[in-house]
């Protein structure tokens, strides 16, 4: 890669767009681009409402240090603007005249509303659009059954992808031969900054602080994972990614979910696990990683098929179901005060690092939306704002998922218990004690049930209930009965 440079004036020049594929590596519109002639590199903080970003806080917070990273990868030449991308890659093409725009697609509502306001921008700019797929394993509209429908159950959707789809391509290389141009001054009236500060991303709240202290952010940090994880922790994903306590899960969602690595790199980066010569358990944790990229993959296509599945159950009967309005229950939630050491500690985590484990996931998801019968909209949105790794797609099919309302939902009446829950994965309760520590003096036998231990254990632990720990907020076998009743209503109605 070369310096940017003023002076190329016989190169072609064409402009890379970029979203959230915040990398060199395995670009396959930047590879493209730079076969093609002197790159400008450009990035555009969209405001138009029907096109923002699916971001929330976190992970604005994620997308500010994300842009310095690649700023500083791109040797200062990445131009940053905020306002409308179909106007600004338009000026930009006229003032440099630029005969092509690359980018990679973004397969959600917004993403793709985004693509044809710009694309119709450019064709009226007579400026070329080459676009690619960079961001998931498989284009989404290939992935349907013989009559062209969407799947609405995983495994077949993913036995069928492995035995027809392409492999994923192996991972491209930085570009070798990447000539950029310097950056120059502002375009017209819209915003064209070098300092991503001035995007605005961060907010002014201490929590915010917190998750520099828990993650690096940008594409080395996420090779650097990628090394630790498949040098150390693939050895027993199968069976420890269900532990909270344990490094037994990837924790690469974020870096995926910008762009810092791509899918096909880490379905490659599992490859060496797979060969004969490997034992059989650790070829097994390999395939069970590469299940969940499809599960990624599966839930695209429900979001591609279902643009409006943010807001609109995919089964109509939930639209009659009888949800609770019950604010106070909410923020008990969210706060991680609910009485139920492990659902706290879950939701503590997520606001002290912006990420929660995937199996405290499903347990307060269940909580929320079965216990407390509250809508799973109220979860996607605190997922959505509190999650360094909300993707759109992701985020909106799993919480229709452990609804009972989405595809290849989870039966309703699987309720998830979080004593039970707490007992079996987290045995020796070490993820309680660290995010709930006012607990973390009470004795086993009473971690995941406080309101059950004697008056002299609570005194010894330093907890009153109801004053530094609270207690229950609703009775487990009665909401789960209620929640019952619940669903029957709807499933016999026409």
Known sequence: MSYPREDVLDSPRVIMWFRTDLRLQDNPALYAAAQQGTVIPVFVHETEKDTQSYAGVAGQWWLHHSLIDLQRSLRGALRLYQGSAATILSQLCRRYNVQEVFYNRNYTPTGMALERMVEQALLQEQVSSSVYNGNYLWVPDSLTKADGTPYQVFTPFYRNVLEHAPLPHFPLPVPSQLELLAVEPAISDE?????????????????????????????????????????????????????????????????????????????????????????????????????????????????????????????AKFDKFPWRKNTADLQRWQRGLTGYPLVDAGMRELWDTGYMHNRVRMVVGSFLVKNLLLHWRHGEDWFRDCLLDADYANNCASWQWVAGCGADAAPYFRIFNPVTQARKFDPHAAYVRRFVPQLRELPLQYIFEPWKAPATVLRAAGIELGHNYPYPCIDLKASRQRALGAYAQIKQSP
């Open 191 to 315: 915003i064209d900054v070098t300092d991503p500060a001035q995007f605005q991303l961060l907010p002014h709240h201490p929590w915010i602080d917190k998750l520099a202290l828990c993650w690096d952010v940008g594409e080395q940090a996420a090779h650097a994972r990628i090394r630790e994880f498949v040098g150390t922790d693939l050895l027993s994903y199968s069976g420890a990614r269900d532990f909270p306590a344990t490094n037994g899960v990837s924790r690469l969602a974020p870096y995926l979910a910008w762009g810092q690595v791509s899918p096909n790199q880490l379905w490659h980066a599992s490859e060496a696990a797979l060969e004969e010569s490997i034992p059989a358990g650790l070829r097994e944790n390999a395939r069970v990683f590469r299940r969940q990229l499809g599960w990624r993959e599966f839930s695209t296509t429900q979001l591609y098929a279902n643009p409006h599945m943010r807001r609109e159950n995919l089964r």
